[in-house]
T-cell receptor
Framework: KAGVTQTPRYLIKTRGQQVTLSCSPI?????VSWYQQTPGQGLQFLFE???????NKGNFPGRFSGRQFSNSRSEMNVSTLELGDSALYLC???????????????FGPGTRLTVL | EDKVVQSPLSLVVHEGDTVTLNCSYE??????LLWYKQEKKAPTFLFML????IEKKSGRLSSILDKKELSSILNITATQTGDSAIYLC?????????????FGQGTILTVHP
């Protein structure tokens, strides 16, 4: 079974631009969570989607948004990029047949975003 | 606010040593604690511990959850250079904390030959 895939793997943008990152979960996984990883703050939760609905959101500004499609693939968007948005963005999928409590999360390889 | 703290932040050992990594948590409506290993890529799942499963073992790795002390340990016996990585501990709360893991800072383990 293929793992979680993320595209692109690397991105370089300039301040003020916007970016869209994509995540394809493991087949059969319906929950997708997004995290930002930086050296200073570690791994921080952005949001979680299940059945195309955002069920939970972390403490990030509204510039960070996401969505999930009917095939469980998810995208996250960051608008008006700032230097501080440079980070590794990880998505994780989980098998939740009934949308219940968190199960093991399996991470993708991440998208390394650099904002110049 | 939910909080997870790991110690030590870094550890250097030689092959064959046994190491113990610590994780303490303060999480409202705690539900589960997870351990991950991160090398130069995505975190790899190791264990999930819950009230119904407070001890897990896989090969040279084992983990215990102490619900009374709100902590967990990860033990690695007979360490190998391939164990060098960042070990992350994360806690999940119940209720409406869907899909959210609160991570600790990680422990950087370096195993020398």
């Amino acid at each position: 079974k293929a793992g979680v895939t993320q595209t692109p793997r690397y991105l370089i943008k300039t301040r003020g631009q916007q970016v869209t990152l994509s995540c394809s979960p493991i087949s059969g996984h319906r929950s997708v969570s997004w995290y930002q990883q930086t050296p200073g703050q570690g791994l921080q939760f952005l949001f979680e989607y299940f059945s195309e609905t955002q069920r939970n959101k972390g403490n990030f500004p509204g510039r960070f948004s996401g969505r999930q499609f009917s095939n469980s693939r998810s995208e996250m968007n960051v608008s008006t990029l700032e230097l501080g948005d440079s980070a590794l963005y990880l998505c994780a999928s989980s098998f939740l047949p009934s949308g219940g409590p968190l199960n093991e999360q399996f991470f993708g390889p991440g998208t390394r975003l650099t904002v110049l | 606010e939910d909080k997870v703290v790991q110690s030590p932040l870094s550890l250097v050992v030689h092959e064959g040593d046994t190491v113990t990594l610590n994780c303490s948590y303060e999480v409202t409506n705690f539900r589960s604690l997870l351990w991950y290993k991160q090398e130069k890529k995505a975190p790899t799942f190791l264990f999930m511990l819950t009230s119904s499963g407070i001890e897990k073992k896989s090969g040279r790795l084992s983990s215990i959850l102490d619900k009374k002390e709100l902590s967990s340990i990860l033990n690695i016996t007979a360490t190998q250079t391939g164990d060098s990585a960042i070990y992350l501990c994360a806690a999940n709360a119940g209720g409406t904390s869907y899909g959210k893991l609160t991570f600790g800072q990680g422990t950087i383990l370096t195993v020398h030959p």
